[in-house]
Nanobody, 118 residues
Framework: QVQLAESGGGSVQPGGSLRLSCVFS????????MGWYHQAPGKQRELVAD???????NYRDSVKGRFTISRDNAKNTIYLQMNSLKPEDTGVYYC????????????WGQGVRVTVSS
């Protein structure tokens, strides 16, 4: 069993900041890449950013320069620092990790809601 526990969502005005956290626990051996996905209202879930166990990061173009993903391997935790938030960043953010065992197996958190509105 793998558990992902997210925290840090909320409501902010445009230009504001939020920091999301996600703690991985349980049988996490082999889960090397962890990341965050965003699901805007009425749209599909899309990758925002991910980070490998060695710290290599990958970002969606629309968040480059505004969001920063980081991880603390000792705490099995990843973070998403979101600055200069825009209304289009509104939605539910899901923590994700995956590993391969013949096929890719994804693990998801329950999601945290972020609302950016004036």
């Amino acid at each position: 069993q793998v558990q992902l526990a997210e925290s840090g969502g909320g409501s902010v005005q445009p230009g504001g900041s939020l920091r999301l956290s996600c703690v991985f626990s349980g049988d996490i051996l082999g889960i090397n890449t962890m990341g965050w996905y965003h699901q805007a209202p009425g749209k599909q879930r899309e990758l925002v950013a991910d980070i490998t166990s060695s710290g290599i990061t990958n970002y969606r173009d629309s968040v480059k320069g505004r969001f920063t993903i980081s991880r603390d391997n000792a705490k099995n935790t990843i973070y998403l620092q979101m600055n200069s938030l825009k209304p289009e960043d509104t939605g539910v953010y899901y923590c994700n990790g995956y590993r391969y065992n013949n096929a890719r197996r994804d693990y998801w958190g329950q999601g945290v809601r972020v609302t950016v509105s004036s």
